[in-house]
């Protein structure tokens, strides 16, 4: 019965929502169906990747209303606001008058996502779960918002980046890499997130990369025991704690990645965001990996 349905929202996709014709009924990342009745002029973006693609796709003067933290580029700090990602100002979303809101599973609150259905409003879920399924959601924002010619050129070109990384860093030795997310305690990052991707395809292998919990937290023994090469600490600007965490780090002198003067602090809007500044981050990533590969 699921494959029928699957089918039937398939053929809508297929007959109704080719190219940049209005109305359109799309399906969206979730398997729902999504009536689009005109192309978008007034959109409310529920997450800071989702703010990022549609800038990237040259619709930015089209949005109304951004999350919490869409601070890229410096453009979408003065839209207006509706809350974090998690937390939704319903209200706020209303008042903007929206022809249609793009949310995030990942993130937002399937309540608030229903509510905002049952008052009558297009919400486009995406679902990007790995790197390489941001081109899909990519093309995906590119259809309903009536720019698939655009899309498809970005497409191209991070492919074609993201080839390039991969055509240098295949069949190389992969030191191991640390990546720290959390200060106290210290978090790191598992087999199921956007870090362990892109830090495989920059050559690396993620010390917990076979780690079942999305975000682990690890005593220092078990750092000790893992013995990284690369230590990754992602950085949000919080006030230099980063900073001091790298400059701790130094007295753990048997871990090679301290012996070797090899940790590193990376930009967490860079590896966070599944958006196309993901390709950005893939590419300092393997900068950091295989410096003599990627100078």
């Not at 005593?219 to 900073?243: K, T, V, W, Y």
């Not at 990376?266 to 393997?286: F, K, M, T």
Request: charged share 25%; aromatic share 8%; net charge positive.
């Amino acid at each position: 019965m699921k494959t029928i349905i699957t089918s039937f929202f398939a053929c809508i996709f297929v007959i109704m929502g080719v190219g940049t014709a209005f109305p359109a009924t799309y399906v969206d990342e979730m398997g729902r169906r999504v009536d689009i009745p005109s192309d978008p002029k007034r959109i409310v973006s529920l997450a800071p990747s989702i703010t990022e693609t549609l800038y990237f796709l040259n619709v930015g003067k089209r949005i109304v209303g951004v999350t919490e933290f869409s601070s890229y580029p410096d453009e979408a700090k003065r839209k207006p606001n509706v809350g974090s990602y998690i937390n939704l100002n319903i209200e706020k979303i209303i008042s903007l008058k929206p022809d249609l809101i793009i949310g995030i599973a990942d993130g937002n609150k399937k309540e608030s996502v229903d509510t905002l259905e049952r008052l009558g409003y297009s919400v486009y879920a995406i679902n990007p779960r790995c790197v390489k399924d941001v081109f899909q959601t990519i093309y995906n924002i590119g259809r309903i918002t009536g720019c698939v010619g655009r899309a498809n050129r970005l497409i191209n070109e991070l492919k074609n980046r993201v080839n390039y990384v991969e055509s240098r860093t295949r069949g190389i030795e992969r030191p191991r890499v640390f990546f720290q997310i959390g200060i106290n305690p210290v978090v790191t990052v598992g087999k199921d997130t956007f870090h362990n991707d892109l830090i495989k395809m920059a050559g690396g292998l993620n010390v917990s990369g076979s780690d079942k919990v999305k975000y682990p937290q690890y005593s220092m023994e078990q750092i000790l025991l893992n013995a990284p090469d690369i230590i990754i600490i992602s950085s949000m600007q919080r006030g230099g704690g980063f900073e001091r965490k790298k400059k701790e780090w130094m007295k753990w002198k048997n871990i090679p990645a301290v012996k070797n003067g090899r940790i590193y602090i990376i930009d967490s809007d860079l590896v966070d965001h599944p958006s196309p500044r993901i390709i950005d981050g893939l590419e300092e990533l393997a900068r950091l990996i295989h410096p003599r590969l990627f100078r």
